[in-house]
């Protein structure tokens, strides 16, 4: 099919399907587990927005489902897509880390010139063998490579360790509810050397469409930080659909994925700090406005949580606890209509019941237009 004879699909229809994929246009009964693999993880960079991520997409969900995955070793935290930190499947962690490498592999490569005279390889191995001993903090770390390597620059060290070996940051960190440091242990050591199952480009860019397509090659890029997969979207095209979006941008999808008509509703919905739901496109258009993704990214790194209506990004929101008392304070970008203003107030106190279960009282407060 020529491009000019592709569907299109505008804004709406993207972002229903995406909606439909990330399980959020309605909740679903499935285990936590089956919903991370799902979604090919879920982004980590703070332990508690994927308890929340997973409270939004699934019924009955329970936040202490997540930590027994973590405690029996069957879900973990590790760096992955884009090099950031995920909560993924133990059976994913094997299988998508390798992909990771050669985005890790390319930082390293930014700063070669002060890693110029370093065994790399032998302080990449004493590190496996520090933390296969016992898990540790960076801190612990880059003392105990100090020790051995006196006159070169432990944070250095620390940093290019991180890059190379595949790290599992251990509970209790990553717990809900839970405190303690940053600690972190090898992969093998963590899953006791089980068999990585194989994953090829081609299945990661299947499994990604699955959770987040229709999608183009820039897309599927941009979610998982590696480059020319052109190619491999181009082998893969005797088994896709292709269509176009309102720009003439060619996308790929799996023919029997989901694609709502444009109209089904999509109730409203909180979704947490750093999310992938905002994360996984290049071009944002179908969840968020341009206007709005600048005041949701932050120049340090930081993307806040935000609540949608009628399937976009309507606001951002944040949960204060004090003197006993959960707040749960909504901060909409444009007016809320009032079912919409409604249907938040009953579905931010269900989440403050959900998450601080401990507050004495819960209560939502709406801020701005």
Known sequence: ??????????????????????????????????????????????????????????????????????????????????????????RDARALRPHTQAVLDNYLKSRAADLDGI?????????????????????????????????????????????????????????????????????????????????SLDDLVLRYLGAFGPASVQDVQHWSGLTRLGEVVERLVPRLVAFQD??????YDLPDAPRPDPDVPAPVRFVPDFDNLLLSHADRARIIREEHRKRVFTVNGIIRATFLVDGFVHGMWKIEKKRGEAVLRIDPFDPVPERDRAALEEEGLRLLAAAHPEAKTHRVEFAGP
Request: proline residues 7%; charged residues 25%; aromatic residues 4%.
């Open 119 to 199: 065994d790399l390889d032998a302080v990449v191995a004493e590190a496996r063998r520090l933390l296969a001993e016992e898990p540790r903090t960076d801190k612990e770390l880059r003392t105990l490579l100090a020790e051995r390597w006196p006159d070169d620059d432990a944070a250095l060290l620390g940093w290019a360790v991180r890059l190379r070996l595949p790290l599992v940051q251990v509970p209790p960190r990553g717990i809900w509810g839970a405190s303690g440091m940053a600690r972190h242990t090898t992969l093998d050591t963590w899953l006791d050397g089980d068999t990585p199952p194989v994953l």
């Open 1 to 90: 099919m020529t491009a000019d004879h592709r569907p299109v699909l505008g804004r709406r229809a993207l972002n229903r399907a995406l909606l439909a994929r990330q399980l959020l246009l309605e909740r679903h009964a499935m285990p936590a587990l089956d919903a991370i693999e799902h979604l090919v993880g879920m982004q980590s960079q703070a332990p508690n927005p994927p308890y929340i991520g997973l409270w939004s997409r699934l019924a009955g969900f329970d936040f202490g489902e997540a930590g027994e995955l973590m405690t029996a070793r069957r879900a973990l935290r590790i760096v992955l897509m884009r090099g950031t930190l995920h909560l993924v499947s133990a």
């Open 246 to 251: 309102e720009n003439g941008r060619t996308l």
